[in-house]
């Protein structure tokens, strides 16, 4: 029996490699970008389950400018809160399994060792106020079949990031400077839309308990350290890349100090984590270089 999946907020680069995994698969996948779906619309929401009918539904709609959500956070809760809320009210009505898209910014990002599954959590910014309201709305709305995913520093090729924007940099710039006292785990959006379609067939087999789990690769690294690994993919020296802090860089939301995620909860699902952000980014490569210098 073939298995629905309606993916929101399909236009984005999540959303993009979610679809694409799905046709390899040869699975039905239903992409819904923001303009065919307003998650804030509690009835829309549930007329696009009663239309398409999914046995799963990932979210990747969200309000994802961290900075902007500072002066804005009410228009960020709405979408990042309260449209989740909708989403995870219709899939309790329709018997439907939830995934949920969230970020490494619900927690302080002040620790020294990875955060588990179950960690406190202390955002610190807007958006990882409004990330965790939409957390809290699936988690309880869903005890049995919602899915929380969190996930961070995410690069890929349908979209703009990090990683491309160094590829690009690197051609123009003689040196950049690189702030080297945050530390996280680059994930490239092939492997997490993997995971979460896994997690998916796990969860409908009965397999995965409910819950959080963290969808970011193994390893870790500050911003400085992956853009000398996207220099030496490059050809180009490494040394051209300095070093400097978060004070050079003073923007309106604060960014974690500290985002490497722990993984064990996948065990629960039979599922292995995301491997290491060095091997996934050889993997890349080539893809985001023709992206940025066809």
Known sequence: MTTTWLITGAGGMLGKDLLARL?????????????????????????????????????????????????????????NGDGTRNLAAACAKTGTRLLQ???????AGDGTSPYAEDAPTAPRSAYGRTKLAGEQ???????????????????????????????????????????????????????????LIRLGHSALTGAAPAGIYHGTSGGETTWFGLTREIFRLLGADPERVRPTTSATYVRPAPRPTYSVLGHDRWAAARVEPIRDWREALHEAFPALLATERP
């Open 101 to 107: 898209v969230s970020t490494d910014y619900v927690f």
């Open 137 to 195: 709305a699936v988690l309880t709305a869903l005890p049995e079949s919602g899915y929380v995913v969190r996930t961070a520093w995410l690069y890929g090729t349908g979209g703009g990031n990090f990683v491309r924007t160094m590829i690009k940099l690197e051609s123009v710039k003689d040196t950049l400077d690189v702030v080297d006292d945050q530390r996280g785990q680059p994930t490239w959006t092939v492997d997490l839309a993997d995971r």
């Open 23 to 79: 046709a390899a698969d040869a699975e039905h996948g239903v992409g819904l970008t923001r303009a065919d779906l307003d998650i804030t619309d509690p009835q829309a929401v549930y007329a696009a389950l009663a239309e398409h009918q999914p046995d799963v539904v990932i979210n990747c709609a969200a309000w994802t400018a961290v900075d902007d959500a500072e002066s804005q956070e009410t228009q960020a809760l709405r979408i």
